[in-house]
């Protein structure tokens, strides 16, 4: 096999597939990337048989890559990838025989090993039937980055660990929970006929984000235990974390009376100056919730007396219901703020014991998001 590659494009590839290149793995081959090329261009292969990637750089004029002999080879990934980061922005030629490759720039040239690349195990790329789904790349995104931060990192509920697909015909809902905390990002507009679900590792989501700008889409195939995302010239195939995902729409709250309407970001740069002054160990941080005739004043205190350091700060805000203080992680509430874009958001509260619920001012019929977060003691 002999290519020229550009090496700023095989980089970022190298540098989203190393992700799933396993450091030590009990079949070595799986450390390295399958390197091919063809009339097509060079293919670019990584797996560590629960998630594996493909991306191809296209042949063509003014491409970045081109195939000058066809064939495959097995090349370390991490060794690969240390080479081409140190070579300045240019095209680099890599020639492979049986046991090694020679990698040339303008100014140089290296040889490391290679390996047959026949013994790297097969892997899943594509799912013969299943429900396909297209989402615009933003949007997609834009629901993994309003989700992600409320994965769990559970070793006894795996589930947890994940965002959860939940495709139905009202459209498509992305979940995830870390049992403290409860994100949503519902996208109407993507529906499906009959309702399946899958459960995406938190790993996987964010290496999904790196490959979408490749398109202006992302094709989603499901069938429950594997998935595929095609983004441009990538496609990831990623098995489902094994298990049954909790009834999120059961722990959604339905009776909190006291509203609270808001800026998030306002909101959340109160908490952030706040919050320097909670305590390190349990890091709360208390609203505390007075109406008066003009609508109610918010005061957001934090202390710890250890280091003899409080904070409070008092802004005026929209809110409808009966006095109330309550207590959260501070860590968390920025989390779920800023997990809403510029438009107001409504918190509703129960009492300073039970979740409490924001979501966005009115009904949006367009894509949104929810979160439920659970209060701590304040006392």
């Known amino acids: ?81 240390e080479i081409v980061k140190q070579v300045e922005d240019e095209s680099i030629q890599i020639t492979t025989g049986e046991t090694s490759a020679e990698i040339a720039w303008s100014q ?29 790349s933003e949007k997609l995104v834009d629901a993994i980055n309003a989700t992600l ?48 679900s899958f459960i995406l590792h938190k790993r996987n989501a964010s290496m999904i984000k790196a490959f979408a700008d490749q398109s202006e889409n992302i094709h989603i195939r499901l069938d429950g235990e594997y998935a595929t ?15 049954r995902y909790p009834l999120y729409r059961n722990v959604l709250p339905k009776d909190n009376t006291n509203i609270l309407t808001a800026d998030p970001k306002v909101l959340a740069a109160v908490v952030k100056r706040v919050q320097v002054c909670s305590n390190k160990m349990s890091n709360l941080i208390k609203l505390k919730i007075i109406p008066d005739i003009t609508g109610a004043v918010l005061e957001i205190t934090a202390e710890d007396f250890g280091c003899s350091t409080t904070a409070y700060e008092k802004i005026g805000v929209d809110y409808s219901g009966d006095p109330l203080t309550i207590g959260f992680k501070g860590a968390f ?12 958001i409504k918190i509703s509260f129960a009492d300073e014991r039970r979740a409490v619920l924001a979501e966005p001012e009115g009904n949006p019929e367009e894509a949104h998001s929810s979160a439920v977060l659970m209060p701590v003691m304040t006392s």
Do not use: W
């Not at 929970?177 to 993507?190: E, G, Y």
């Not at 496609?235 to 489902?240: H, K, L, M, W």
């Not at 509430?333 to 107001?344: K, Y």
């Open 1 to 81: 096999m002999k290519a020229k590659i550009k090496t700023k494009t095989l980089f970022t590839i190298l540098q989203n597939l190393i992700k799933v290149v396993p450091t030590k793995s009990p079949t070595p081959i799986l450390e390295d990337v399958i390197l091919s090329a063809s009339t097509l261009g060079v293919g670019i292969l990584a797996s560590d048989l629960e998630t594996s990637v493909c991306s191809s750089i296209l042949a063509g004029e003014e491409a970045d890559a081109e195939a000058l002999e066809h064939g495959s080879a097995a090349i370390p990934a991490r060794l690969l990838l």
């Open 108 to 136: 140089g040239r290296s040889s490391i090993p290679v390996f047959d690349p026949d013994d790297f195990p097969e892997v899943k790329l594509s799912i013969e039937e299943g429900t396909d789904l297209e989402i615009p």
């Open 149 to 196: 931060y409320a994965v769990g990192d559970d070793q006894i509920r795996p589930v947890l660990n994940g965002i959860f697909f939940d495709a139905t015909p009202e459209g498509l809902t992305l979940v995830s929970s870390d049992s403290h905390r409860l994100a949503l990002h519902t996208i109407p507009s993507v529906t499906v006929t009959e309702a399946t």
């Open 229 to 243: 995302f095609q983004a441009g010239n990538t496609t990831i195939g990623v098995r489902s974390i094994t298990g």
């Open 333 to 344: 509430l920025l989390d779920l703020l800023n997990s809403f874009g510029d438009e107001a």
